[in-house]
């Protein structure tokens, strides 16, 4: 078996490859690799927490937490021009082992790539790597069937053009009918109507980050936390109370007119 970087080939137990294609664009693949905060809250059965001590175009390394409470480094190097990543643990029960991930276009219409990941552990039996490379498979299956959702929800969303709102208004129908929370479109942009401790609001249904889903997730004492990365924003105002730089905008006006109907509108 080869491998494009011939410098630093592991001189480890290979244990197995998980090879599968992906719906997805080369931008959104690397723009997916390298964001390590997406970890604890995409794949929480996988990820209880993460601490970045470094980041940058060349990767990340981070301590990771699983459900279980272990501990240990994980270095992510990526290689754009090779189209391929390499993962190393550092320290920790996992120390050592290696997991190679590498792209290759597929020719078809829509944007797609197939990727091969292979998996060295050091110290293992020959009698046991086959199992460990069933393990690590069903892994990598359950973490890219959580990261395609991701990734395709927002591509999807960068392809939607949203032009500059003027005022706006939408009639959602009798209020005494209508079950909160409720979607509605409202100039070209999805929106949110919730009852935000006892006060309707209406926001944006994607989060000013990523484009999360945040019709995905439910208000908790005023405030709505992105599914994709944790951040939380306050309904009330639009800002982020987890980062700076961050708002949800523009907020909408959600309000119940004299006939019992209720009304999201945008001012300009």
């Known amino acids: 078996m080869t491998h494009p970087e011939s410098d630093t080939h592991p001189e480890l137990p290979h244990v197995g490859r998980y090879e599968r294609v992906l719906p997805v664009s080369l931008e ?44 240990w480094t994980v270095e992510l190097k990526l290689d754009r021009a090779r189209r391929r990543w390499i993962t190393r643990n550092l320290d920790g029960a996992y120390a050592g082992a290696q997991i190679w991930s590498q792209l290759s276009e597929v020719d078809d219409a829509a944007p797609s790539l197939r990727v091969a990941v292979d998996f060295y552990v050091p110290g293992i039996a020959a009698e046991q790597r086959a199992r460990a490379g069933d393990a690590y498979s069903r892994l990598y299956q359950r973490l890219y ?30 209020r005494a009918e209508l079950v909160l929370p409720v979607k509605a479109t409202l100039g070209g942009r999805e929106y949110v109507v919730a009852d935000v401790d006892g006060q309707l609001r209406g926001y944006p249904a994607r989060c000013p980050h990523l484009l999360g889903p945040l019709d995905a997730a439910l208000p908790q004492n005023g405030q709505l936390t992105c599914p994709w990365h944790g951040f939380r924003f306050d309904l009330n105002t639009g800002e982020c109370a987890s980062a700076a730089g961050l708002r949800l905008q523009p907020l909408a006006v959600a309000e119940e007119d004299g006939d019992g109907q209720l009304w999201l509108r945008i001012e300009p």
């Open 28 to 71: 959104r693949m690397f723009e997916n690799v390298l964001d390590w905060a997406h970890l604890p809250w995409v794949h929480a059965s996988t990820f209880a927490g993460i601490r970045c001590e470094d980041y940058g175009a060349w990767g990340w390394r981070a301590e990771v937490v699983d459900p279980a409470g272990s501990k």
């Open 145 to 174: 069937d959580e990261d395609v959702d991701m990734m395709v929800q927002r591509q999807r969303q960068l392809e939607l053009r949203i032009d500059s709102l003027g005022a706006a208004s939408l009639c959602l129908g009798s």
